[in-house]
């Protein structure tokens, strides 16, 4: 039996609802999905759905459509019911075929993979009648169906509100801020104003946002003496290509021969991206490529060994400022330890402050320093070493990764190759 759906039909859908339920799945355009209805192990009946692409079909025609697959499915030895519903921009099927034969001699027993064998039989019957059938994609190349939108820190929203603001022209700071309170942030004022959203733990300095939203600057922009120019999230850097898979070394591991074809496809990707690399950066021989390899390798020791050298002097500034401050609160004990001549008893009520007295000293000595420097001296070293080496870390950074691009390209050629030239070995020896 089969008919076009009625309100009715969904009154015998909720009848036969299972508690036990059952799914294997596809998708439109001509999507199949079964689902078995009983109660414990009893499996009364069998139901599958079949969509259509919207507009390519009316529903009479896709009642005949799902007739004949249910026809040919249960090969005419099962009872069944197809309702066609309209009631969704896609039309679809509900076929229902009952688990025992018309006479009554067998059940149908659900087979591994039957979602597929009847995905297959609808694809075929619809390419029969000219319908549009899934087309099966590699697993990169398919559409996401949740398309979740881009996330946004809680700076980069601070920084378009305050573009936002800012485009409002706000009288004075002050009134800037307090447009800002109004959206719900606290502001805290000072030295460095600060801010906090509702939801947020810390506060956020407005000179930590990145050029143009210092104080001073956003004071020189409501004052209309400097333009401003809004913040623009900068998209993470994708890496230009990887290494090559050595296929015949994961041949020997025991890779299949599947694995071997897709790592020689994903091995031409990557080397052709390795030579748009080489053209940008001009190499044009292994000998060149050689000189840039060494030239980014010396050139990252040295900014790497001059952050090191630092960092080692600013923790040497740091211990010996502790030691000179300890020396110099601690000087009036021992003087009075001294002058009591060494007291056993003085020393045991006095033994943290001699002690770290005795090691001060001790320090001055293995250093030979005959004068000790003045703090506010330590102090100035240090900080200029801080920010020497703040300034030379994003220099380092960026040699760090022109070297393992470089490296990265020289492997690639190198293995590129190799492989090559054992496959003109191979085929001088046949």
Sequence with gaps: MHFLSTPNFWAISRFVLPSRFNSKISFPYTS?????????????????????????????????????????????KYAFIVATHTDREHIHNHIIYNSTALDSTRKFRDFLLSGLAVQRLSDLICLEHQLSVIEIKPYRERQKRTLYPPKESNRDRLCGLIDQILAEKPKDYEDFLQRLEAQGYEVKRGKYTSVKGARQKRFI??????????????????????????????PPKEQPFNLLVDVQAKLDEGKSSGYARWAKRYNLKEMSKTLIFLQE??????????????????????????????EKRMAELAVLRAHIINYAKTRPVYDAYRKAGYSRKFLEAHREEITLHKAAKAAFDEAGLKKLPKVKVLNTEYSELLTQKKAAYPDYRKAWEEMQELVKAQKNIELFFAEEKDVQEKQQTR
């Design 32 to 76: 199949i999905f079964t689902y078995f209805l009983g109660i414990a192990n009893d499996v009364i009946a069998y139901q599958i759905r079949q969509s259509f692409r919207p507009g390519e079909i009316t529903a009479e025609e896709a009642n005949k459509v799902g007739y004949e697959l249910a026809m040919r499915f249960t090969k005419g």
């Design 205 to 234: 300095r407005f000179r930590t946002l990145g050029t143009g939203y210092s104080e001073d600057e956003l004071k020189a922009v409501i004052a209309g003496e400097a333009e401003h120019h809004p913040h623009q999230k900068q």
């Design 281 to 310: 950066k001009k190499i044009g021989s292994i000998e060149e490529m050689q000189e840039r390899v060494d030239a980014a390798t010396a050139r990252y020791h040295e900014l790497g060994d001059s952050i090191k050298a630092a």
